[in-house]
């Protein structure tokens, strides 16, 4: 069973376009997040919630929207997208936010706008 | 700053060869400190975790040590073999907690190993 998974995995799409990624977990936790890896590979958190509640918002762009229907679910919404977003996007989730507890990550999803 | 740098960028090693990767921080207040490995086309997956207590930590042929005093930390890896080529990046989580629960957690860019046949 996928533990933590993201839907597409690949992407592309025009600039000016508005696109979503959807996250789901099976692992019962409280807390997910989504993640930016740029083409520099740094991962960089864009959001976290728990419980459906924002606990954390990466001074991202309101461009992108994140929006938890339930805690086993993220869903990413991406508004008039621009060359710069183009990156891979991780969804992850852990039982409680950061901590000793351990984050478990989805497959990624390449975002490719041209 | 916090921030977290690794080094070297890539290694590439003979398979059975051992080798050690470094990461140095300057994350403050520090809560703990995690490498994780990164297939290609992957998410990452955690190998071990280390508190500021714990100076070594095993997992398999990965040992990992940290030094609390001068920031670092390094990943062992022992009696390399292929499919331990892949990215491996070393995380400190703050120590600010959030809403109550635990700190946010700062990558470093990772390290890129490929085990040659």
């Known amino acids: 069973d996928t533990a933590v998974s993201q839907t597409p995995k690949y992407l592309v799409t025009q600039m000016g376009n508005d696109k979503s990624i959807k996250c789901e977990q099976n692992?019962?936790?409280?807390?997910m997040y989504w993640y930016k890896q740029d083409s520099k590979k740094f991962l960089k958190i864009m959001f976290s919630?728990?419980?459906?509640?924002?606990?954390i918002n990466e001074t991202v762009p309101n461009r992108f929207s994140p929006k938890s229907p339930d805690k086993a679910h993220l869903n990413l919404h991406i508004n008039s997208l621009e060359l710069g977003d183009s990156a891979v996007y991780f969804c992850?989730?852990?039982?409680?936010?950061?901590?000793?507890?351990?984050?478990?990550f989805g497959p990624g999803t390449r975002l490719t706008v041209l | 700053k916090n921030q977290v740098e690794q080094s070297p960028q890539s290694l590439i090693i003979l398979e059975g060869k051992n080798c050690t990767l470094q990461?140095?921080?300057?994350?403050?207040?520090?809560?703990?400190l995690r490498w994780y490995k990164q297939d290609t086309g992957r998410g990452p997956v955690s190998l071990t975790i280390?508190?500021?207590?714990?100076n070594t930590k095993s997992n398999g042929r990965y040992t990992a040590t940290l030094d609390a005093d001068t920031k670092q930390s390094s990943l062992h890896i022992t009696a390399s073999q292929l499919s331990d080529s892949a990215s491996y990046i070393c995380?400190?989580?703050?120590?600010?907690?959030?809403?109550?629960?635990?700190?946010?957690?700062?990558f470093g860019q990772g390290t890129e190993l490929s085990v040659k046949p």
């Open positions: 280390m508190t500021f207590s714990e």
């Open positions: 692992l019962g936790h409280d807390t």
């Open positions: 990461c140095n921080y300057t994350v403050s207040p520090f809560s703990n």
């Open positions: 995380v400190v989580t703050e120590g600010v907690m959030i809403y109550n629960q635990g700190g946010k957690l700062i």
């Open positions: 992850a989730s852990s039982q409680i936010a950061g901590g000793l507890y351990e984050q478990f």
């Open positions: 919630y728990n419980n459906k509640e924002l606990i």
